[in-house]
């Protein structure tokens, strides 16, 4: 995350500096003070307003790219019925779809049309299902890197070459 990011103020961050002088008063109940390496941890939490501005770009990176996707597909399709033009080509142009496009939902099969649809629930498991790799939180993902600077292992947890 770059600095500009970094939150100055607030009350995440009036909790953090609190910790590293030695108040625990904002930690949770039973948590244990933070110090050394790991307070650098606490800087990289965006703030509300950060979050809003990455969702509102999310939701219009994600507009546009079904605008795109939707147009290529309706040309596709419109040329084709029209017989503007050839097997080959629409082949082609499918193909190209494909590769540029990609699957709308990502390792979700939806079946056939008149098929039930796929519950939210069913559609998300079978994206998380063909991910390979588990998804580790970044604070987690943050304490097998400190372990390794250690000499605690392997941040991926794999053998080394």
Known sequence: MSKKLRPTSGKHTERVRGERHGDKSGLPPGSPPQSGQDDD?????LTPQEIKQWAQRELRDASR??????????DLVTAYSAGD????????LYARY?????????GVVQGDIGDPPLTD???LTRME???PRQFITPRELHEKVQAARSGGGDPEGGKSR
């Open 98 to 106: 494909q590769h540029r496009w990609g699957e709308a939902l990502p």
């Open 85 to 92: 033009i050839t097997p080959e080509k629409a082949d082609e």
């Open 121 to 123: 629930e069913r559609i």
């Open 65 to 74: 790219a079904l605008d795109l996707r939707a147009r290529e597909l309706i």
């Open 41 to 45: 941890w606490f800087e990289d939490f």
């Open 129 to 131: 299902e063909r991910n």
